[in-house]
């Protein structure tokens, strides 16, 4: 392992050379606002457009999922204009999210949360019309409760169903109508998904959640 040093808001950091910019930053203890990152994932998904960052020598900011480390970078995660690219993307997000914290399974563990308070932007943002949709919730799971219209299509639930060779969740349909689904819109209780509670946990917001924390 060759070992490069980088520096990420003024902090001298240590890690491996081609490492995943995002993944050195959380590593350290510095927050990049992020929805589809997976860790363990090999290729980024980089859908949800939070992530960005400005690297010195680099004229326009990009995206820290898609970056490997290289030895003397200098990363600076609150630059303007990475800050302002990181909100418009944030707010684009909550133009499509109905926010009702108080009665979502994910309230206090949110990660919707974690970044409006980070970038210090209300839950309720209205920058940008609001189109909500009206989905049905999918209760037949015995373990879980699915509520599409809190998605936020980070595809994290497509990529573990596909990981553990599952295949009952997938993205269908295009444009404003994209959603997660199974196939032909089965309800996720009759698929080999029914009692996966990992879809709970790797779920970033309360698009999944547990059937008995659904109403806290
Ligand atoms: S998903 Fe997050 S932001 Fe949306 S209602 Fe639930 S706790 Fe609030
Ligand atoms: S259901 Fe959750 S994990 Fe799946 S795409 Fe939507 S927000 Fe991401
Ligand atoms: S975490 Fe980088 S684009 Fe989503």
């Known amino acids: 392992m060759t070992e490069v040093n980088v520096v990420i808001d003024g902090q001298q950091i240590k890690c491996k050379k081609g490492d995943i910019l995002l993944r050195v930053a959380i590593t350290n203890g510095i927050y990049i606002p992020n929805l589809c990152f997976l860790e ?11 992530c960005f960052v400005e690297i010195e020598g680099d004229e326009l900011p990009k995206c820290a999922c898609t970056i490997h480390v290289e030895d003397g970078i200098k990363v600076n995660t609150r630059g303007e204009k990475a800050l302002r ?10 133009s499509t999210h109905p926010v009702d914290c108080k009665n979502c399974g994910k309230n206090g563990i949110c990660e919707l949360q974690r ?5 210090k932007i209300s839950l309720k943002t209205n920058k940008y019309q609001k189109f909500l949709s009206d989905l049905p919730v999918d209760d037949s799971s015995p373990v879980f409760a699915f509520d599409p219209n809190k998605c936020v299509q980070c595809g994290r639930c497509v990529y573990l169903s596909e990981r553990d ?4 969740i997938s993205f269908a349909y295009r444009g404003l109508k994209r959603r997660v689904s199974a196939f032909m819109d089965a309800p996720l209780g009759t698929t080999r998904c029914s009692e996966k509670k990992e879809l709970v946990h790797i779920c ?13």
């Open 204 to 216: 970033p917001v309360g698009a999944f959640v547990f059937k008995d924390r659904k109403n806290k």
């Open 40 to 50: 363990e994932r090999e290729e980024p998904y980089a859908g949800c457009r939070l």
């Open 165 to 168: 060779g599952l295949n009952c």
């Open 85 to 94: 690219l990181q909100k418009t993307a944030f707010e684009l997000i909550m």
């Open 115 to 119: 970044i409006a308070k980070h970038l």
